[in-house]
């Protein structure tokens, strides 16, 4: 039992969503206090869950408040603060961001987790909530997260927000969650999703749209597999659609009114080339506070 909220004297209110592993309630309990409960009828999914939130429960800026978790028989819970809102929402109902608070706030996050070695593996609009009594961006749902001395296998990330290493099944670390975080701040500033296709095919040749060819020497199994070139001219092909696309290098540029230099240094194809959280940081740190 927590000291905050009393789980075993409460009820669920409704259902306010549907993850891959469970239904999520909104909770209260006996004294009016509100909290979420998230069901998981996966058992690594919630003891990963558990494992992390239980070593995150001092940072409750940057992350929702870990109140407790059941776990009996196949009924398995996590019982956490109510944040709200999530990203996701907010995009779609076209809602005000103040994009520097939004930056430090998710940045400090990473930074956190990165010092702790997790590995999101999932960083996304969906994964992202709001507490609006705090005005804080927080960090949430680790049930694919895992640390950097214990690696999950592939795939990994959803799609639209999948680093290139992970499309080409190379070794991974924290900077894939850095990639995805470039892509959710292109999103929330333009307002459409950079690589929205289902095949990680496709994906990565709009990534090299957006960003220019790949390095050979680091994705030496993509040109082999996807790339050739007609004369001078690299060509793609969709071995999937057994279609050939040419890339016209020409335009193979970031977009130039990008109002925030941070989506370009984390879209960097070489991990270790990307921006890291604590730079980041650095940043933004004087202008939010």
Same mark, same amino acid.
């Given at each position: 039992?927590?000291?905050?909220?009393?789980?075993?004297?409460?009820?669920?209110?409704?259902?306010?969503?549907?993850?891959?592993?469970?239904?999520?309630?909104?909770?209260?309990?006996?004294?009016?206090?509100?909290?979420?409960?998230?069901?998981?009828?996966?058992?690594?999914?919630?003891?990963?869950?558990?494992?992390?939130?239980?070593?995150?429960?001092?940072?409750?800026?940057?992350?929702?408040?870990?109140?407790?978790?059941?776990?009996?028989?196949?009924?398995?819970?996590?019982?956490?603060?109510?944040?709200?809102?999530?990203?996701?929402?907010?995009?779609?109902?076209?809602?005000?961001?103040?994009?520097?608070?939004?930056?430090?706030?998710?940045?400090?996050?990473?930074?956190?987790?990165?010092? *702790?070695?997790? !590995?999101? $593996?999932?960083?996304?609009?969906?994964?992202? &909530?709001?507490?609006?009594? +705090? @005005?804080?961006?927080? #960090?949430?749902?680790?049930?694919?997260?895992?640390?950097?001395?214990?690696?999950?296998?592939?795939?990994?990330?959803?799609?639209?927000?999948?680093?290139?290493?992970?499309?080409?099944?190379?070794?991974?670390?924290?900077?894939?969650?850095?990639?995805?975080?470039?892509?959710?701040?292109?999103?929330?500033?333009?307002?459409?999703?950079?690589?929205?296709? *289902?095949?990680? !095919?496709? $994906?990565?040749?709009?990534?090299?749209?957006? &960003?220019?060819?790949?390095? +050979? @020497?680091?994705?030496? #199994?993509?040109?082999?597999?996807?790339?050739?070139?007609?004369?001078?001219?690299?060509?793609?092909?969709?071995?999937?659609?057994?279609?050939?696309?040419?890339?016209?290098?020409?335009?193979?540029?970031?977009?130039?009114?990008?109002?925030?230099?941070?989506?370009?240094?984390?879209?960097?194809?070489?991990?270790?080339?990307?921006?890291?959280?604590?730079?980041?940081?650095?940043?933004?740190?004087?202008?939010?506070?």
């Amino acid at each position: 039992m927590c000291d905050i909220i009393n789980i075993e004297n409460s009820r669920a209110i409704q259902q306010i969503g549907f993850g891959g592993f469970g239904k999520i309630y909104l909770c209260e309990d006996n004294k009016g206090k509100k909290f979420v409960s998230k069901q998981i009828s996966n058992l690594d999914s919630f003891l990963t869950e558990v494992q992390i939130y239980s070593g995150l429960r001092e940072d409750t800026d940057y992350f929702p408040h870990f109140y407790n978790y059941f776990n009996q028989g196949v009924k398995r819970c996590i019982f956490m603060e109510n944040c709200q809102q999530d990203l996701r929402s907010m995009l779609d109902n076209g809602e005000e961001i103040c994009h520097d608070s939004f930056i430090l706030h998710i940045s400090k996050g990473l930074q956190i987790l990165k010092n *702790k070695q997790i !590995i999101h $593996c999932d960083l996304k609009p969906e994964n992202i &909530l709001y507490d609006e009594r +705090k @005005d804080l961006f927080k #960090i949430c749902d680790f049930g694919i997260s895992c640390f950097n001395f214990r690696k999950r296998k592939f795939p990994i990330q959803t799609v639209y927000y999948r680093a290139p290493e992970v499309i080409a099944r190379k070794d991974y670390d924290q900077s894939i969650d850095i990639w995805s975080f470039g892509c959710i701040i292109h999103e929330m500033i333009y307002g459409r999703i950079l690589f929205q296709y *289902k095949e990680e !095919i496709e $994906c990565f040749f709009w990534m090299m749209v957006n &960003l220019g060819l790949p390095p +050979k @020497d680091y994705y030496q #199994i993509v040109y082999e597999k996807s790339i050739r070139y007609d004369g001078k001219e690299p060509v793609f092909y969709n071995n999937k659609n057994d279609e050939e696309y040419y890339i016209d290098v020409s335009k193979m540029s970031f977009p130039r009114n990008t109002p925030n230099l941070v989506i370009k240094r984390c879209l960097q194809w070489i991990p270790g080339e990307r921006i890291t959280p604590s730079e980041i940081v650095e940043l933004y740190g004087d202008i939010c506070f």
